[in-house]
């Protein structure tokens, strides 16, 4: 019988299935329902409410006012033209308020069973790895993946987390162990609820974030990347965080099935006790948590 996850914060706070009249919405439409029925608690699906707005201003306006749990809107094309004049609808939502995105795939199903999550250990990618865990179907799989800059001449690929990094290890095995046991402090985004079905993986990577992310996405087949924007801060709404910017973008031209989750911080209070109980948390070694096969192998 399918694990019924109960979300204290997205059961009270509606999702917002946003359009602006760019695109169909359908795909978008189609994952927020099924989300909806898979987060109730049995008797009542997650409550949904479906905006149409003129801007992408607007539907963050919107969100903002009814403290949404999740903006769920379809990715969109992300042409060359909608880039130099900046009316990506997915962006520009992310740089007009503090809410979580979900931007839908063209050819999602509405159905999250693989998960990526890019971890650079801030407040933000701990609190898009929680809403990750929760919004995957029972018996997903979730990769935690932290990705180190090139600094030396050597070939990018997925470097075993063991292999000289402990201490990344070790967080990554914690938060690991937090996500499976809904211990990760980030009550405001429902992670109080445990998750021991879903099986949870690590992997570091070398080189460039967003491409090595999107290219072990494609390996592994995932349906879902989750990513943390910069913050709430004006400077750092415009903007929005080169990885999370490339990361939609490049998911939009390469990977049609799949979708992005992009989560700003939440605030200050949240965001301290978040990164606080991760580091107090102690490593867990649960057969979860473990890194995964390196890429290509």
Same mark, same amino acid.
């Given at each position: 019988?399918?694990?019924?996850?109960?979300?204290?914060?997205?059961?009270?706070?509606?999702?917002?299935?946003?359009?602006?009249?760019?695109?169909?919405?359908?795909?978008?439409?189609?994952?927020?329902?099924?989300?909806?029925?898979?987060?109730?608690?049995?008797?009542?699906?997650?409550?949904?409410?479906?905006?149409?707005?003129?801007?992408?201003?607007?539907?963050? $306006?919107?969100?903002?006012?009814?403290?949404?749990?999740?903006?769920?809107?379809?990715?969109?094309?992300?042409?060359?033209?909608?880039?130099?004049?900046?009316?990506?609808?997915?962006?520009?939502?992310?740089? +007009?308020?503090?809410?979580?995105?979900?931007?839908?795939?063209?050819?999602?199903?509405?159905?999250?069973?693989?998960?990526?999550?890019?971890?650079?250990?801030?407040a933000a990618s701990l609190r898009a790895a929680a809403i990750a865990a929760r919004l995957l179907a029972p018996g997903g799989i979730l990769s935690l993946v932290h990705v180190k800059p090139r600094v030396e001449l050597w070939e990018p690929?997925?470097?075993?987390?063991?292999?000289?990094?402990?201490?990344?290890?070790?967080?990554?095995?914690?938060?690991?162990?937090?996500?499976?046991?809904?211990?990760?402090?980030?009550?405001?985004?429902?992670?109080?609820?445990?998750?021991?079905?879903?099986?949870?993986?690590?992997?570091?990577?070398?080189?460039?974030?967003?491409?090595?992310?999107?290219?072990?996405?494609?390996?592994?087949?995932?349906?879902?990347?989750?990513?943390?924007?910069?913050?709430?801060?004006?400077?750092?709404?415009?903007?929005?965080?080169?990885?999370?910017?490339?990361?939609?973008? +490049?998911?939009?031209?390469?990977?049609?099935?799949?979708?992005?989750?992009?989560?700003?911080?939440?605030?200050?209070?949240? $965001?301290?006790?978040?990164?606080?109980?991760?580091?107090?948390?102690?490593?867990?070694?649960?057969?979860?948590?473990?890194?995964?096969?390196?890429? +290509?192998?």
């Amino acid at each position: 019988m399918p694990t019924t996850l109960t979300i204290p914060e997205l059961r009270t706070r509606p999702i917002i299935v946003a359009s602006d009249g760019r695109d169909d919405g359908a795909p978008a439409l189609l994952t927020a329902e099924r989300l909806a029925c898979q987060l109730g608690d049995g008797a009542m699906a997650w409550p949904t409410r479906i905006v149409s707005a003129p801007s992408a201003d607007a539907i963050a $306006a919107v969100a903002d006012e009814e403290r949404a749990s999740l903006v769920v809107l379809d990715i969109g094309r992300h042409r060359l033209y909608e880039r130099l004049l900046g009316t990506e609808t997915s962006l520009r939502v992310l740089r +007009g308020g503090d809410r979580p995105v979900l931007a839908v795939g063209p050819e999602a199903d509405g159905v999250f069973r693989r998960a990526v999550v890019a971890l650079d250990f801030g407040a933000a990618s701990l609190r898009a790895a929680a809403i990750a865990a929760r919004l995957l179907a029972p018996g997903g799989i979730l990769s935690l993946v932290h990705v180190k800059p090139r600094v030396e001449l050597w070939e990018p690929g997925v470097v075993e987390s063991p292999s000289g990094t402990p201490g990344l290890h070790g967080r990554l095995q914690r938060l690991a162990a937090a996500l499976r046991h809904g211990t990760t402090g980030c009550e405001e985004c429902g992670a109080g609820e445990a998750r021991p079905d879903v099986r949870v993986g690590t992997a570091t990577l070398v080189g460039d974030p967003a491409a090595e992310l999107l290219d072990y996405a494609a390996h592994v087949g995932a349906d879902l990347v989750a990513v943390g924007t910069r913050g709430a801060g004006f400077v750092e709404r415009l903007l929005v965080g080169s990885v999370a910017t490339d990361v939609i973008r +490049g998911t939009s031209a390469r990977l049609p099935g799949c979708s992005v989750l992009a989560c700003p911080a939440p605030c200050p209070t949240a $965001a301290a006790r978040l990164t606080h109980r991760l580091g107090a948390l102690p490593s867990v070694a649960d057969g979860h948590g473990e890194p995964e096969a390196r890429a +290509g192998a």
